[in-house]
DNA sequence: AATGAATGAGGGTTCATTCAT
DNA sequence: AATGAATGAACCCTCATTCAT
């Protein structure tokens, strides 16, 4: 009983991961529905067939997909915050700011656009995302302006609202990259400044007038 | 001598509205391509067949939905600003935020989602949606902000980034409302104050230190 | 209780020949299950649904349009053939010559090429042509070749296979009129002229050496 | 390592001549536009989507169908043709006669009835007929009839007449074969001795006077 | 008698899924 | 484990037929 070799074993652990970036280029490029399974394994590599070893149907795989990247993401982020304290501002400019820049670049950025697609056609993906994302995902930004409002740094503003007006602009330029983006002669936006200057004009709205960090850092 | 009875007429005429209307709904629903020819047309209260006495094909009326609720809203939208003049933090107020307000609410809201799936599958939507929606659409943002920048009222900000600051919470509050919004058990957002919220915080960024707008109107 | 004025009164009473006219142009054209009702109804100056008026079905119609021409010709040709007597050479030049020359002109050509395409479809099809069209035909060419063997004008031939030695290229060149032609740049044959010398030269294999009419006429 | 094993492999190879042969069968007998593919496949012995596999669509299939057939009977003519020299008489009967009775016992001599059929629909077999059967066909008959004139042989004719008194009732003997004779309770014709005796009546006609190989052979 | 809008069954084609190899 | 030929359900679209006007 030969054990497989290396390189066949290194082959048969990547393929699950391969499959799923795959997958990940053609549900967001095409739409789920749009999106052939014959596309997923070319463009992984293999046949038809080796798909079906590894996920159980198409919407097991749209599933897989979206879990997976929203768990890396997920883990990536809340280890830049535990890494981090100090004022809203700070967190938000060295934190948030970064953590979507990242995101913004990579393949990930992709599942916005497939979830936001998708759905209404899956309620399981409907309830994970909401569970995993939304609502961790505002706690850690309601958390951050609360306490910045909390200390005086921040005007007493709407929580909640304030949240989306922050995080909805990131979102919309990651469904911009993987949307109307690749259509566009030229880009219509320069991410990484965007995110920036967008936080930033957020924050001028947000501090408190006296307050000394209301100037824009270099 | 005419040869319809003006019932039937009246139907005959009545009929490529109805057929948008079912279309936009069930598009947005379920994406165009796993949406079914069957369902728009039951949905609209006639046979298959019946679709394609209007529409060429299910793409043309895919193409016809997007122009046609387009093509109202912006119509609304020229309207609205011939009437106003004033400062810019007035125009955003009593133009921008009602339209938004008015579109949110409106099943033309769903044309966000429907662009933001299918462009780029269909080029020539890309190319329609950026010609009509997104270069005047930014033109006449781009203007307000200007002009708040030259005449002192706003800070001298990066109008580009601004203008998407703005607009991009307000397009995603109208993805949020065909995605994942109904799948939720409770609202997460009040559409008409979170875009009220919205501006007046974007406006707080905005507004020069000294400048007498700066509160909040009651 | 008004009559119908005349123009209208002829028009009903023209109906039925104006819809076979179309549909022998379209069935033939397109052949029986590639043609649209709307294009024989269009054809014939009416709307789809008038059509349904005289023949119950396309079927019937077919089916009517293959009666109607094939009774035309054959009451053409027994006229022309009680009105000659005479040897059988000259009734083949002077009888069945210009009958074949003048069917070939005539739109009603086409229905051979309708009954070789549908006649497996259509049994009664089958069954009329054979009775109505095969049968008689082939007893009055065999009668004639019969007499000219029997008074020693023709040489002791297979009767039989005379006669359809000398039919199938009459009804090929009808079928190809309806075929093939219109996709010529240039016309294969002169219609007239082959009939012509085909039957010349079949009549220089029939007839007996001795005989004085054999050489061509002028 | 062949990834398919013989017996898998020998399936595949055979697959598109079995999908050719029941298609030749379905469209002759229903005609093109009235068969139907689940037929075709069927009678294959396969599903209908098998057929995809290996033919784009129902168009495409028709004009492999006309091309692979006219492809090995022309093929076999041309051998037959260079393996013989000799007067022309002795090509007809000694060549063409064996050719066309083997024809007319074969399935391809479906063929005639669907080009007949069909061309009027597909510009693209009209042309790919004309230049492949029509042209040469016609110059290697041509070819013998003048060498028969040029050696005194044969009469002075219209060598092009000639030649299509001499093939349409063959072809015409093909299309009945196809049409009316499946209908008929008797045959109409039995089929080689109708050839033999078609060809030795045009000979009968052909041959000079004072020709030695006048007389039917035995 | 005539119209033509509406119907819905039917057929071409696609593609997720299976399974023999 | 991997393949890819085969399957057949599903869906877009057409068009013969109907029927309200």
């Given at each position: 009983m030969s054990p497989l070799t290396p390189a066949r074993q290194r082959r048969k652990e990547a393929r699950p991961q391969e499959l799923l970036d795959a997958a990940l280029q053609v549900f967001v490029e095409k739409g789920f529905a749009a999106a052939r399974t014959d596309d997923v394994a070319h463009r992984a590599g293999v046949?038809?067939?080796?798909?079906y070893l590894y996920f159980a149907s198409k919407e097991e795989l749209l599933e897989a997909v979206i879990r997976h990247y929203i768990a890396s993401e997920i883990a990536a982020g809340q280890e830049a915050l535990v890494a981090h304290a100090g004022p809203s501002a700070a967190l938000l400019r060295e934190v948030v700011v970064p953590w979507w820049q990242r995101l913004v670049d990579?393949?990930?950025?992709g599942v916005f656009k497939l979830v936001i697609t998708e759905v209404r056609n899956f309620p399981e993906i409907a309830a994970f995302y909401t569970r995993e994302v939304i609502e961790p995902g505002e706690r850690v930004l309601a958390g951050i302006v609360q306490r910045g409002i909390d200390s005086g740094?921040?005007?007493?503003?709407?929580v909640h609202h304030t949240v989306y007006s922050l995080l909805f602009p990131l979102v919309m330029l990651c469904l911009h990259k993987h949307s109307l983006g690749p259509c566009?002669?030229?880009?219509?936006?320069d991410p990484h400044r965007f995110i920036r200057d967008h936080v930033e004009l957020l924050l001028a709205g947000l501090?408190?007038?006296?307050?000394?960090?209301a100037a824009t850092p270099a």
């Open positions: 046949a038809k067939g080796t798909l990579s393949p990930a950025s740094e921040f005007r007493p503003v709407d566009m002669d030229r880009p219509m936006l501090l408190s007038p006296g307050h000394g960090a």
